[in-house]
C-alpha cells in the first residue's frame, strides 16, 4: 500500500512554472523558482514568512555554496547569488548564444557533481540537454533531450535516473558514486511503446486502456450524444509521440470502436499530463488510460462519458541488458519496480 503523507499549502503565491524546490537544512528555508516570471521564493519554515525575489531571468535550480552564497541555475548560465542582498555575478555560461533553450530540472549528486536539464522555451523536440557541473567544469551528458525532469540519483550514488518528459521515458545510468560521472552507456529505461523484439531483457509493466475523457462541464454541455457525434462537436487534445503521427491514437481508437473521426484535428501537447489537465480546465477531449488517471475520475475533475475503454497498443515497458541480471542491484530494482506495477494494477482491478 501506498503511504498518505500529510500535505499543506506552503505559499498561496501562484507560480506561473513552479520548478526547483530545494530544502536547506541549516536554515530550515525552503527555495522554489517560478521559472517564467524569473522569481526566487524563499520559505523559512520555522516562522512562515515568504520572501519573493526577482531574478531578472529565468532560473529554475539552487545549490548551497556556503551561508552566504548561492550557485543559481539560469537560463544563460550559472550564476553565484549571494543571499543577503540578493546580487548575482555570472560563473559560468551555459548554452548563452542559444536564445531558444533555459534551464529546467537539475539535482546535485552526493559527489557535489551538480546534473542540470535545459530545454527549449517553447519545448522544442530534441533542443535541450543534460550537462554535469565538475570540478568547476560544464560536460554534456545527455544531448538531444527534450524535456529533462526527475533527476535524481540512489542513496549510494551508484545510480542516477532522469526522464525525458516529452518522450515518456525513465533512464537509469550507472555512476561512479565518487564524482557523480556515468560509468558507461543506460542501464536499464522505462519507454512508452508498441510491443518489439530487440536484443534487451523486456518486461511489460503496464498495458495501457484508453477512453475519452473530459471535465463535468463538457460532458454536461454534450450529454445524450452518440460517441461519434460526441468527439465531432468537441475538440480533439493530442500527446505526442516522438516518430509518431499527430493522430495516431485517436484514429486507432476511431476504428476499434467503428466511427467515423477527423484524428488530426486539435490541439497537441507534449505530454498525456499537460493535455489531460487541459481537459480538466478547459474544453476539449483526450484520450486518457483511465487506470493512470483514476484518482481525478474518482475525484470528479474527470469525466469517462462513454463505456468505451480500449487497448491502444502500447505499454510501459522495462528494458535492460541481459548481461546485467546479474547485477544485484540492478536486479533488486528490476524486482522492485515490477512489484510496484503490479500492486498498483491489483489496487485497480479491486
Known amino acids: 500500500m501506498m503511504e498518505q503523507v500529510p500535505t499543506s499549502v506552503l505559499s498561496a503565491e501562484p507560480c506561473h512554472l513552479g ?10 528555508t525552503a527555495w522554489w523558482f517560478d521559472i517564467r516570471e524569473g522569481r526566487l521564493f524563499e520559505a523559512h519554515l520555522g516562522t512562515g514568512s515568504i520572501r ?23 537560463e544563460d548560465g550559472l550564476y553565484i547569488r549571494n543571499i543577503g542582498d540578493g546580487a548575482m555575478a555570472l560563473f559560468c555560461p551555459l ?27 517553447q519545448a522544442e523536440r530534441g533542443a535541450g540537454a543534460i550537462y554535469a557541473f565538475h570540478r568547476g567544469k560544464i560536460s554534456t551528458l545527455f544531448p538531444g533531450i527534450s524535456i529533462p525532469n526527475s533527476i535524481c540519483f ?25 564524482t557523480g560521472l556515468p560509468r558507461d552507456e543506460t542501464d536499464m529505461a522505462i519507454v ?9 531483457v523486456t518486461d511489460l509493466l503496464w498495458t495501457v486502456r484508453v477512453a475519452p475523457v473530459c471535465s463535468p462541464e463538457v460532458a454536461r454541455r454534450h450529454a445524450g450524444k452518440s460517441l461519434e457525434q460526441f ?16 493522430g495516431l491514437l485517436w484514429a486507432a481508437y476511431a476504428r476499434q470502436a467503428r466511427i467515423t473521426l477527423d484524428a488530426d484535428r486539435g490541439l497537441a501537447f507534449d505530454t498525456l499530463s499537460l493535455a489531460v ?46 548481461d546485467d541480471l546479474a547485477d544485484p542491484a540492478i536486479s533488486s530494482f528490476r524486482s522492485w519496480l515490477i512489484g510496484q506495477f503490479m500492486e498498483r494494477q491489483n489496487l485497480a482491478a479491486a
Open 52 to 74: 519573493v525575489h526577482p531574478l531578472g531571468r529565468m532560473a529554475s535550480a539552487l545549490g548551497r555554496i556556503d551561508a552566504e552564497r548561492q550557485l543559481i541555475v539560469a
Open 19 to 28: 520548478e526547483g524546490p530545494t530544502y536547506d537544512v541549516a536554515t530550515d
Open 192 to 200: 512508452f511503446d508498441r510491443p518489439n523484439i530487440d536484443d534487451r
Open 95 to 121: 548554452e548563452a548564444d542559444n536564445p531558444v533553450t533555459r534551464s529546467n530540472d537539475a539535482r546535485v549528486h552526493q559527489s557535489g557533481t551538480f546534473w542540470i536539464g535545459t530545454m527549449g522555451k
Open 154 to 178: 540512489s542513496p549510494d550514488g551508484a545510480t542516477g535516473y532522469f526522464t525525458d518528459t516529452a518522450r515518456a521515458v525513465l533512464y537509469a545510468v550507472r555512476l561512479n558514486p565518487a
Open 277 to 322: 489537465n487541459y481537459a480538466m480546465s478547459a474544453d476539449g477531449v483526450v484520450l486518457a488510460d483511465v487506470e493512470m488517471f483514476a484518482p481525478e475520475i474518482a475525484a470528479g475533475r474527470l469525466v469517462v462519458p462513454f463505456d468505451t475503454a480500449m487497448d491502444d497498443g502500447f505499454g510501459y515497458y522495462l528494458k535492460l541488458r541481459p
Open 231 to 246: 468527439l465531432a462537436d468537441n475538440d480533439l487534445l493530442h500527446s505526442t509521440i516522438n516518430g509518431e503521427p499527430r
